[in-house]
């Protein structure tokens, strides 16, 4: 009887990627190819990625660099040197992906747009990620995460109790467009197996948070720009000792919870008797239930809401939730040995095991990639010397192929 597979098959176990991607989106996206199984060749200029100086620095890291290049290999190479753009050239013929975060245009100067590489590469999956796309007026304008929060009007619905718009605390804009543009490849990928063909995808931070706040853009066409609660109450509270979150959709929610309260009567007011009469005065029902909240400690009500079925959670900071006995349940985090700063917790992905392999540092596989290509040792020192490519610090020297020395 045949023996089981001990390693699973990973849906793109033997795909390669060639990723020349900064920053925090594109990064994203090609991790979680690595997470299931491509071989991720992540093409860094020779300073590194601007992502490794996003944020505090931890030794050649930071954590948002930690955090979307687990399971990539770093070669750090100086496009503008005319014979290391002929060797990325040649990798771009053979890639299944070619993952781009430039600014719209500037690809095309290196001879290694969707059109070019198509030529050679039809079936080449082409994820192409920027602000604001690739065409219209504002294509060419920079942009960060807290310019996308704005324009999109995200931060319109994330307003301070003086009605100020807030911008969320991390870059969520990069992340979902990361996801988005995973998302597309895959769905790029399967329709090349089955049909056969490659594809162009252009993917911006713009179309991304858009898509998903569609339902919120819908809701503020049909209600003449009211948005609200879709219920109330719900949301943060302050209690005696720290701030618990609730959430009561239906009509008996409501009533429990003000039982819960020892506030009955809330329920019995007329102002406050179904869900759109409570959306109608949320500002007086939250200044009532603030006061009530108040009186005891938030673990204390939490456990007392539960009890009752009233949807509740105790507001964490990261610290407390890595310790919630939930969490290690779940397994939803894995221990990384980052090489230099010991143990990084890590979020799994849903559906996939961990890339528990550290993120590199720069250039730490320039060498061994360049050898692999067919580069001897000689010409990859000569390339060192010039400029041209960087090696990392802990690269060895290795045994090459091809001709000469």
Sequence with gaps: MAMPETTPKLALSGFSVLDFTQGVAGPHATQLMAQYGAEVTKIEP????????????????????????????????????????????????????????????????????????????????????????????????????????????????????????????????????GLYGFQSVMAALMRRERFGGGQWIDCSMMQSALAFQAAKIIEYQLQ???????????????????????????????????????????????????????????PALEALLRQAFRAKPAREWADRLTAAGVMNAVVLDYGEMLVDPQVAAAQAFAALEQPGLGTVPVAGIPGAAPIVTPSPEVGAETRASLAAWGVPEAAIRQMAARGAVRLGDADAPVTTRGTGT
């Design 224 to 282: 003449g720009g009211q948005l609200g609660n879709l219920y109330a109450p719900v949301g943060a509270f302050e209690t005696a000792d720290g701030i618990i979150n609730i959430t009561t959709m239906r009509d008996d929610h409501f009533r429990t919870l003000c039982t819960v309260l020892g506030r009955p009567a809330l329920a019995e007011d007329p102002r406050f008797a179904t869900r759109h009469d409570r959306i109608a005065h949320e």
């Design 46 to 177: 020779i300073e590194g990625d601007w992502c490794r100086t996003l944020g505090r620095q931890h030794g050649a890291f930071t954590a948002h660099y930690i955090a979307f290049n687990r399971g990539k290999a770093s070669v750090a190479l100086n496009l503008k040197d005319p014979e290391i753009l002929d060797m990325v050239r040649e990798r771009a013929r053979t890639a299944d992906v070619i993952a781009e975060s430039f600014r719209p245009g500037v690809i095309e100067r290196f001879g290694l747009d969707y059109e070019t590489v198509a030529r050679d590469n039809p079936d080449v999956v082409y994820l192409s990620l920027s602000g604001f796309g690739q065409s219209g007026p504002y294509r060419d304008q920079p942009v960060t995460d807290a310019v996308i929060q704005a324009f999109s009007g995200w931060m319109s619905i994330n307003r301070s109790r003086e009605g100020i718009p807030q911008r969320v605390g991390m870059v969520a804009m990069d992340v979902m467009t």
